[in-house]
């Protein structure tokens, strides 16, 4: 006997998740997030609303699976000779990145999803989390190790550059960079 069939990758799932994927970053491209239905992104991307329903809960889970498509790392960090300057490189980039309209978009959505059940690969938060973790241990990993330094550079660079983008009214500067990264690196030295 044969095991039971599960989702195939590249299958109808995935063929699924691609269309109503691009459907939805298409709509937000073209207008506001108050004027997007689930309607609306079912019949853009041919299924039916309840496919949308059943697999995503409601639009704000829509919206932020797609921004996590999009915070998403599409590379490795660059690499400046020295794990201070690839942590600078490293967090310059993800400023500007989060700070832009559709960086800032994508963060939004992630926080607003009520995503409170744990699948086995984590809440959206979690995986949004994951992303940075996993880019800072990969910086890292070019250097000497060090206890404590992603918690550090967590708490030191990318905790205060996400506070600005989404609750003050000016992200941080991007000179300001180098000086959070020091603090983050002196602080995980002390420990």
Known sequence: MSPAPGPRPGGRSARIQQ????????????RGR?????????????????????????ITELFADV????????ASPRETGSVRGDLVAWAQDYLEEMSSPVGRA???????????????????????????????????????????????????VVAPIIYRILFDLDPLEPDRVEELVDHALDAAVRV
Not at 67 to 74: G, T
Not at 114 to 120: C, I, K, P, V
Request: proline share 4%; net charge negative.
């Open 19 to 30: 269309a109503v994927h691009a459907s939805t970053r298409k709509l937000l491209d073209e």
């Open 34 to 58: 108050a004027d997007i239905t689930v309607p609306m992104i079912a019949a853009d991307a041919g299924v039916t609303p309840s496919t949308i329903y059943r697999r995503w809960g409601d």
């Open 67 to 74: 921004a996590l498509e999009r915070l998403h790392p599409d």
């Open 106 to 156: 994508a963060l939004r959505d992630v926080v607003m999803s009520a995503d409170t059940l744990r699948s086995e690969d984590g809440t959206n938060q979690f995986k949004c989390a994951t992303f940075c973790r996993t880019q800072i241990e990969t910086i890292l990993g070019r250097g000497e190790p060090v206890q404590g330094v992603v918690e550090h550079v967590i708490d030191h």
